[in-house]
């Protein structure tokens, strides 16, 4: 059908032409011929040096991949903390016997540190906004544009809490689990520290026993989440019971918590905005 249309146009074509005609029109051709020759020789020219230019560029861009930061952001929920994931090795020391300002019994120092592991103690976090929850846990909040939400698979007609720009508030969780560790390792130790002042020791047995449930149901889902498949061996060595001994302290690859506590404490909104 296509070849037929242009047998039909090649045949319109007039070939009775004049002399003086055939002259004018094969110096055009000529003229037009040297043009189309020195802009396909330019043309030739500048895609040599295109592909010279951006071949390499191209090459180096796909051998890279997607830096850390579009890693952990496509393979995380929307988050408003997104700028401040920052990938980083890290080796952990967790030997049986390994001191930690979080580990062991309670002091007023051991609590402290572990407070502010979600609090901070940075000045301007105290005239921030609090949300009292139903425990210990003092929060910052954080302001959202609603548009977010179903990034969150959470509609916008429900009633959420929200700042007075109509922003919504909301914490982190990393926050909580941290809280929920804390609060657990509390129960832990509830017969030797007086913990009678700290909220979530204040709703009676059932409550607290709820509240533990609650939070070590909250880490299971949040460690099977991660899924952390990060190898750790057994040394073995006569001197151990059994013969052998685990090795806890691993190379992991992490988020900077630090920059994420940092981000958190400039962010969360005060008692004007909310
Ligand atoms: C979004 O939430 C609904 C209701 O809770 C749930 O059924 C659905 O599986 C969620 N979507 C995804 C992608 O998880």
């Not at 952001?73 to 890290?90: G, N």
């Not at 698979?153 to 919504?168: C, E, H, I, L, M």
Request: charged share 25%; with cysteine.
């Amino acid at each position: 059908m296509f070849q037929a249309t242009m047998q039909k146009s090649y045949h319109k074509v007039p070939d009775s032409d004049s002399e003086t005609d055939s002259t004018y029109v094969r110096n055009l051709d000529w003229n037009w011929h040297s043009i189309w020759q020195k802009i396909s020789l330019l043309a030739w020219i500048l895609s040599i040096c295109l592909w010279a230019t951006f071949l390499p560029l191209g090459l180096h861009i796909l051998r890279r991949g997607p830096d850390d930061k579009a890693c952990s952001q496509q393979l995380s929920v929307w988050s408003p903390a997104f700028p401040a994931i920052e990938i980083v090795d890290r080796k952990f020391e967790n030997s049986f016997f390994h001191a930690s300002p979080y580990r062991g019994k309670p002091t007023a120092n051991l609590e402290k540190a572990w407070d502010d592991l979600w609090n901070g103690n940075a000045p301007q976090f105290e005239h921030q906004y609090y949300s009292l929850t139903s425990s210990s846990l003092i929060v910052g909040l954080v302001a959202f544009d609603e548009d977010k939400l179903p990034l969150l698979n959470k509609s916008k007609t429900q009633n959420w809490r929200r700042a007075k720009d109509g922003r919504v508030l909301a914490s982190l969780e990393v926050f909580h689990d941290l809280h929920c560790l804390s609060f657990i390792r509390q129960y832990t130790y509830r017969n030797e520290y007086d913990y009678s002042d700290n909220i979530a020791f204040g709703g009676g047995d059932e409550m607290i026993r709820e509240h533990v449930d609650h939070c070590i149901e909250s880490l299971r889902l949040k460690i099977e989440c991660t899924s952390d498949v990060t190898p750790y061996m057994e040394v073995l060595s006569a001197q151990s019971p059994g013969g052998r001994q685990l090795d806890f302290d691993t190379q992991h690859r992490c988020r900077n918590f630090d920059n994420i506590r940092e981000w958190y404490k400039r962010n969360t909104v005060s008692w004007a905005e909310a």
